[in-house]
């Protein structure tokens, strides 16, 4: 059972490229997450899904966008990128259906600097 | 708007000591408070709380859950140096099935 998937794990940019970060599961959670983690400080949500077709904006959603075609993908699209969106990139899932308990499935990250 | 915060920021301690963590919340609709370990890489799940007063125990960790002051704490006893990482508490919130995350509590533990 492979969780979930986040790819690549780093990657350099150039100030005004683009990139998407690719997010899968395999748990048939209906709940996505993207979350960004700059040094030393907690998770920010960027984005987030409740079921395939519904996407939503989090506290940080400036320069980003998502989609959810399949239940299973969840990519984080970087238009443009800026230095400030130098972090590391969290992809996290959950279940909610009968018997859920909340818990928050996390991805490996992506380690993202844009120069 | 939603808010986490967690106290302290850091901390540093000796081998053997015990530790408390906290967490208070501010939220919409709040659901469950969860805790979460983060070494190097992904946060590392440690528990669920959603029901006030009952404690959850895993080994020298435990943590509890106040619903009427909004708040919950971590304790760690017997601290080891693998118990050096940084402690995030998250809320979870029914409506908008959000987890809004605190900055977390970065724990060093010397030998």
């Known amino acids: 059972n492979a969780g979930v998937t986040q790819t690549p794990k780093f990657r350099i940019l150039k100030i005004g490229q683009s990139m998407t970060l690719q997010c899968a599961q395999d748990?048939?959670?209906?709940?996505m997450y993207w979350y960004r983690q700059d040094p030393g400080m907690g998770l920010k949500l960027i984005y987030y899904?409740?079921?395939?077709?519904?996407?939503d904006k989090g506290e940080v959603p400036n320069g980003y966008n998502v989609s959810r075609s399949t239940t299973e993908d969840f990519p984080l699209r970087l238009e443009l990128a800026a230095p400030s969106q130098t972090s590391v990139y969290f992809c996290?899932?959950?279940?909610?259906?009968?018997?859920?308990?909340?818990?928050?499935?996390f991805g490996s990250g992506t380690q993202l600097s844009v120069l | 708007e939603d808010k986490v915060v967690q106290s302290p920021l850091s901390l540093v301690v000796h081998e053997g000591d015990t530790v408390t963590l906290n967490c208070s919340y501010e939220?919409?609709?709040?659901?469950?408070l969860l805790w979460y370990k983060q070494e190097k890489k992904a946060p590392t799940f440690l528990f669920m709380l959603?029901?006030?007063?009952i404690e959850k125990k895993s080994g020298r960790l435990s943590s509890i859950l106040d619903k009427k002051e909004l708040f919950s704490i971590l304790n760690i006893t017997a601290t080891q140096t693998g118990d050096s990482a940084v402690y995030l508490c998250?809320?979870?919130?029914?409506?908008?099935?959000?987890?809004?995350f605190g900055t977390g509590t970065r724990l060093k533990v010397l030998a």
């Open positions: 996290a899932s959950s279940y909610s259906g009968r018997g859920a308990n909340e818990k928050l499935f």
């Open positions: 748990m048939n959670h209906n709940y």
């Open positions: 899904s409740v079921g395939a077709g519904i996407t």
């Open positions: 939220v919409t609709n709040f659901r469950s």
């Open positions: 959603t029901s006030s007063g």
């Open positions: 998250a809320s979870f919130t029914s409506g908008t099935y959000k987890y809004i």
